[in-house]
């Protein structure tokens, strides 16, 4: 089979410059210039559909079918043309994203016809057309070599998998009926598939699979569907576009300054407990920026705090997790006046507020049993304090504890005992009043400070209080420190200034 007659006869079929080049296997830029790659391919192409050439030079031996048989138009210019309008008619123009990816999908007909070409081209050249291999590159691996790069130069975008999606729904005129002619296919051909599924279900997937020359006879494809693909007056039509925005990941780290907060909203039996949250707080000042619909962000955070627990020191990593974002950059400017307005409220404050990629969520997904807490705790003893109790309370040795679910959390997780390690314990006194110690705690993530502190008759052994022998009670806790040194610091203010 020479290059030459392979192209006059799909000539005569209907095929399209584009699609022609498929079934010589082009590939990559080779569809840029399509002239000189049929010169490279030493084959002679009536002018006609190449630009800037007289169209009367070569006259074709039969009428050039405008909608090509195989494509159905889907890499001419005018589609090109619809397709960028399209694009530029939907919602394009509200994201604002560096990266674009197109997902095309594509009615059956394309499928069949491939198919029938196949066949065709089989009858024609005999053995020199494979049963196995495809004699062409798939319309879906065409679409990446030539629309993607089209579409990407029109729209001035990269094309970034992680970019804006952008779904294109093609349809064609003659899909119903060729679905309705694949399903009586199908019972023919598939006889014992057919007999015991209730509804056939005619996917992509099986079109690729099953019908190929060698599972499927021509005689009996013919029967349903015409050797070569029958010509057609209509192009494909797009039938609709969807924008789907790229997951968005917004880090930074949050010190809680309230001790009346909860971390996410905390509603009861219907009612809401506490008027805000940090999740709200910082949600309601960042979201907007990234999201028309802030309520489908994902607030998480590596651990939590108790509601009369602050958090201070460097504060605790937080992420947000935003879903279709209209938004993926955020400047230092606008990062410092959301960390401006959240301070505003008095009871969180955040920095180090930036946009982060989205692998790098496995630094707050991951670990957080290994990870070491620093805690604060304000204790109080009955007696004031001694030197004995002072010396007692240095501990640079880790050791470890048995604890026993807390009853306060009992309602909402399993009882359970849980080992867990204690790091450094340090304790002094506070000068106004001798019966209050200030006692720093290093921790394995997942340890009750409280229960630690006052032993909870015993359900967390050992315990400060047994450690001294004598009751002691918590009055107040703070996190001042989390082992996780994520995200990388950046001062949005001092960029800023
Ligand atoms: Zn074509």
Known sequence: MKNQELIDYL??????????????????????????TFQRLDVKVPADGIKDEPADEQPTKKPRLDICSTCLGLFSE???????DGILHSDFAKYDSAGIVLAFSLPMALQLRQLSMWFALQRKFGAAVDNN????????????????????????????????????????????VDVAKLVELNKAAFPAKAAHQKRIE??????????????LKAELFEKFLPIPPAPVTDPLELQSIDLLGPLVCVAGRYRKLSRELSHTPWVLDGKR?????????????VGGHFSETPEKITFMSSGREDVDVRCLGKGRPFVLEIQNARCGSL????????????????????HNL????????????????????????????????????????????????QQKTPIRVLHRRPLHTRPRTIFEVKARVQRENPRLLVIDVVSQAGTYIKELVHGEFGRTAPSIASIIGQPIDILALDVVGIDLDWPADVNNAAAVE
Do not use: W
Not at 18 to 23: E, G, N, T
Not at 78 to 84: A, C, E, K, S, Y
Not at 273 to 285: A, F, G, T, V
């Open 202 to 215: 005619i996917s992509r997937g099986l079109l690729e699979k099953q019908y190929q020359p060698a599972r």
């Open 78 to 84: 005018d589609f090109q043309q619809q397709l960028i």
């Open 273 to 285: 407990i506490m008027e805000d949250s940090i999740e709200e707080i910082i949600i309601r000042n």
């Open 133 to 176: 291999f495809a004699p062409d590159v798939s319309i879906k691996e065409a679409v990446k070599l030539i629309l993607h790069p089209i579409v990407c130069t029109q729209l001035d975008k990269e094309y970034d998998a992680n970019g804006l999606m952008i779904n294109i729904e093609l349809r064609h005129s003659t899909e119903e």
């Open 331 to 350: 400047t230092q400017a606008q990062a410092l006046a959301m960390e401006q307005a959240v301070d505003a409220t008095g009871t969180v404050s955040i």
């Open 11 to 36: 000539e005569s079929c209907g095929v399209c410059r584009v699609c022609q080049l498929r079934y010589l296997k082009a590939r990559g830029t080779e569809y840029r210039d399509m002239q000189k």
């Open 354 to 401: 930036q946009v982060v990629p989205r692998e790098e969520l496995t630094h707050i997904k991951t670990g957080e049993e290994q990870k070491r807490k620093y805690y604060r705790a304000l204790c109080v003893l009955e007696q004031p304090a001694t030197l004995d109790i002072l010396q007692k309370l240095q501990i640079s040795e880790s050791f470890d504890i």
